[in-house]
């Protein structure tokens, strides 16, 4: 027998055999087969299509849309009522919707309650939406993507033989997370509960803070696939019109599949693609409180803890909510340790290796020794000494997060530590570049806010390198282009930089914290509609007044001058008044 040659054998294992088709074996694109017409595409509902008069048609094209029979937890209930005697289909999701909810605010009323209710009404419709059903919020629509929609947000539909109009009936009750801590952002002092994932919670907490009828709550629908929801906040006697323009007309001008998480929808909304922040992100509903006081608007994400901030500007990162909880001596002291924080953590391990390198007259002689004598036995260079080490520790953080909470601190801790007297022993590095590391990755726990600790993990690599090509030089102009590029940046069209470019006297109270009643005017670089927040003097008993004084003061003036103003002017000053009057407030 002819042995088979080993190449043919080796080239049919790439490629199909000859005669083989490619029909039979699995594949994700698709051919015509001869003979045979390609199946036309599945049926979705175009924008705008009206519900069919018949019950049954209108529960087809339903269950055609969400699949049924194939999607098992989409409900369909066939039931006729007593009276009026007409045939109706109860749809909903199970899970989105409340069983209990359904059961009594929909099948109930339809099945017993419309038997001993005495029907008196024209319109079945108008008869079940006020007579029948008793649920909070009962709409009537007019086209099958409102069902779809209600269906989704966890709605129970009511479809009515012989019309073309439905009721969508609210039963949400979906199982979520309890209000609990913030994780994220944990302080000492000050309130302790954080967002859900639930939409509605998140805005009755914001609204239980802010107990106010100048909140404004829109509700804006994202995505094309994937439906989902967000609400923009903002107080309406207080925020910017422009802002709230811009932010809605961004807001309604996505046009992509699937928005499901604030960070998606941070990059979409956002000016320019930057590693600096622009939008700020918080899962504490008294900073967001703090921050529509101050004239922002806050974005609100369905099925995500995080709130999305803006305009702000770069200072925001900085602060801590805790400092608004302290008196402004201590909180001055923590916003001037975060400051001192982000600048070693950016800084210092770039000046180090650039001084080691290329400027050691600047290093005293003392301390220039021991660093020579502890750089003896080390076999690299500065520079991959520090990457090794500023890599090390990347690794440990990161491993840190992953492992389980119950022992995730103790291995970094213990790891680190291993690691670095094992590095040290076998002359790997120096001591003093565990050293730097250390204050470093100290100093990079200080910062409060994920997303900037997230740019200085980049800009520390970025001033290693910049360290490692020019010295001082490097490092020098890699700051200047930097604060160039943020002094170019905006937040909703507000200077990333402000108030310190361009500069704002009136808000310097971003930068440091005055006492809370020398706080009188909001943050002024965002132009609030009002941008006072208190008189020249708020604490009225400093000067012996009380607020109800001052009221009733304020009253009896106005009486005065308008009492002396008549006498004056007689005949001819209500005239005037009348014409002022008529001319309406200026």
């Known amino acids: ?47 705008g299509t009206k519900i069919p008069k018949r019950v049954k048609d209108s529960s087809d094209l339903l269950k055609e849309v969400f699949h049924v029979p194939h999607s098992s937890d989409v409900v369909f209930r066939e039931i006729v009522c007593a009276k009026p005697a007409i045939k109706v289909v109860v749809a909903y ?28 009404a024209k319109d079945p419709v108008t008869y079940l939406k006020n007579a029948l059903l008793p649920s909070g919020q009962v709409e009537e629509k007019q086209s099958l993507e409102e069902l779809v929609e209600g269906m989704i947000a966890g709605d129970t539909v009511v479809l009515m033989d012989g019309r073309e109009v439905a ?19 944990r302080i000492v002092k000050g309130p302790q509960q954080g967002f859900v994932e639930v939409l509605r919670v998140n805005t009755a907490i914001v609204r239980s803070i802010l107990q106010s009828a100048d909140l404004v709550v829109e509700n804006i629908d994202l995505g094309a696939t994937a439906y989902n929801r967000c609400a923009m906040l903002y107080m309406k006697s207080i925020a910017n019109d422009k802002l709230v323009a811009e932010l809605r007309r961004r807001l309604k001008s996505i046009s992509f599949s699937d928005v499901l998480t604030s960070g998606v929808l941070e990059q979409m909304i956002e000016g320019r693609k930057t590693l600096i922040p622009s939008v700020l992100s918080t899962e504490r509903p008294d900073r967001v409180a703090r921050f529509l006081l101050q004239g922002s608007c806050a974005v609100m994400v369905a099925g995500d803890p995080f709130v999305l ?21 201590y909180g001055n002291l923590l916003r001037l340790i975060r400051y001192i924080s982000l600048l070693l953590v950016v800084f210092l391990p770039g000046v180090y290796v650039a001084i080691v390198d290329y400027h050691a007259e600047m290093i005293p002689t003392q301390l220039l020794m021991a660093i020579a004598a502890s750089r003896e036995p080390i076999p690299f260079p500065i520079y991959v000494e520090m990457l090794v080490m500023y890599f090390g520790f990347e690794l440990i953080r990161e491993a840190g997060i992953r492992i389980p909470s119950p022992i995730g601190p ?77 002094a170019s940046l905006t937040s909703l069209g507000v200077p990333l930089l402000a108030p310190i470019a361009p500069v704002w006297k009136s808000s310097f109270s971003s930068l440091l914290q005055p006492a809370a009643q020398d706080m009188r005017l909001r943050q002024t670089f965002v132009r609030p509609k009002d941008k006072f927040r208190a008189p020249d003097e708020p604490r009225l008993w400093d000067i012996g007044e009380t607020a109800s004084h001052r009221l009733r003061s304020s009253v009896l003036e106005e009486k005065r001058k308008e009492k002396g103003k008549t006498e004056e002017g007689g005949d001819g000053g209500s005239h005037e008044q009348g014409k002022a009057r008529n001319r309406g407030p200026k």
């Open 309 to 329: 901030i803006l305009p702000v500007s770069i200072l925001a990162f900085v602060h801590s909510p805790e400092d608004e909880y302290v008196r402004w001596p």
């Open 167 to 185: 009721l969508t009936v609210e039963t949400k009750g979906w199982e979520h997370r309890t209000v609990s801590t913030s994780f994220s952002e």
């Open 410 to 486: 103790t291995i970094g801790i213990v790891g680190a530590l291993l690691i670095g007297e094992a590095a040290v022993s076998a002359n790997l590095v120096s001591p003093i570049m565990v050293i730097v590391i250390a204050i470093t990755a100290v100093a990079a726990f200080a910062v409060p806010n994920q997303e900037l600790a997230m740019f200085t993990r980049i800009a520390t690599l970025l001033f290693i390198i910049a360290g490692t090509v020019a010295g001082l030089l490097g490092v020098v102009s890699l700051t200047y282009l930097g604060i160039c590029h943020f």
């Open 1 to 47: 027998m002819r042995p088979r040659n080993p190449w043919k054998r080796l080239l049919s294992l790439i490629t199909p055999a000859r005669g083989r088709s490619e029909r039979k074996s699995f594949s994700l694109g698709t051919r015509p087969i001869h003979g045979k017409t390609p199946q036309g595409k599945e049926r979705a509902p175009v924008e």
């Open 93 to 120: 999701i199970e899970g989105l919707a409340d069983s209990n909810k359904v059961q009594s605010s929909v099948l109930e009323p339809l099945l017993l309650l419309s038997s001993i209710r005495n029907y008196d």
